[in-house]
């Protein structure tokens, strides 16, 4: 699947990605964090990721590592 971009829509809190075969793929933000294990610091890491790298968010979500991300991120937040 080649990519045309991907974007953060507010509108509908996603992340929607364009393919170049005409696909739209939409990743409901709420529904990907919603059994996450997150602190106030990684939520707010998680919202700037989805709006300022959209395409890592999906990456990371379709990957199944999400939860990873963010641990790391926590744990970069006690040192």
């Not at 992340?15 to 005409?22: E, N, R, S």
């Not at 997150?38 to 590592?65: K, M, Q, V």
Request: proline share 3%; with cysteine; net charge negative.
């Amino acid at each position: 699947m080649n990519i045309i971009y991907a974007e953060y829509n507010m509108n509908h809190n996603s992340i929607d990605i364009a393919t170049t075969a005409g696909y739209l793929l939409r990743i409901d933000c709420w529904e990907a964090e919603k059994t996450l294990q997150t602190t106030p610091g990684s939520e707010y890491a998680l919202n700037s990721l989805a709006i300022d790298e959209p395409l890592e968010y999906a990456r990371l979500y379709l990957d199944g590592n999400l939860q990873m991300w963010v641990d790391a991120k926590d744990s970069l937040e006690l040192l």
